[in-house]
């Protein structure tokens, strides 16, 4: 059964073997230092099936809190898992709650969620705009020469 709990330094390994399978790091070794960096002003939560971490998602509020904005950084799943979309999609709600609540309990609103994405990874758009993201912008060439990101956007009720 998949448990979703925040991710610790110890979870450095297995998370670094999953960001290095699905981002862009030149190796192991990149993708845990960069684990590691983030973990100091991002909160991550990962998915962990029999002990083993099939998925991780992390976020960092952008901007100042009255703002209300968090930007969604990471979403990860291992190629391993019998049900990726069950298992994205209980990590993306863990998320949202967690950022309303971590707004909530210091006075503020979430007010908006947005994340930036390959223009070419067509399951994560899909995955966005099921769960009411909007595409607000094409940000051309942003990373790579070539590639463009695009920018989603999830408005929070009031």
């Known amino acids: 059964m998949v448990q979703v709990r925040r ?22 070794e990149e993708a845990h230092a960069r684990f590691q960096s983030e973990c100091s002003y ?9 002990g083993t971490i ?6 960092r509020p952008q901007g100042l809190l009255k703002h209300g904005v968090a930007e969604l950084t990471r979403l990860a799943i291992a190629r ?3 049900d990726p979309q069950y298992v994205k999609e209980m990590l993306f709600d863990v998320m ?6 971590f707004y909530k309990e ?10 930036m994405i390959h223009a070419d ?19 051309r060439d942003h ?15 009031s």
């Open 7 to 28: 991710a610790t330094l110890d979870d450095s390994g297995a998370v670094s073997r999953l960001m290095a399978e699905k981002y862009s790091f030149n190796t192991l």
């Open 42 to 50: 991002q909160h991550f939560r990962i998915a962990e099936d029999d």
């Open 54 to 59: 099939v998925g991780i998602i992390g976020w």
């Open 80 to 82: 391993s898992v019998m």
């Open 96 to 101: 949202v709650a967690e950022a309303d609540y």
């Open 106 to 115: 210091r006075g503020y609103r979430l007010r908006k969620i947005f994340s």
């Open 121 to 139: 990874c067509a399951h994560i758009k899909e995955f966005f705009l099921n769960k009411g993201m909007q595409q607000e912008a094409v940000l």
């Open 143 to 157: 990373y790579h020469n070539g590639k463009d990101e695009l920018l989603f956007s999830l408005f929070m009720p």
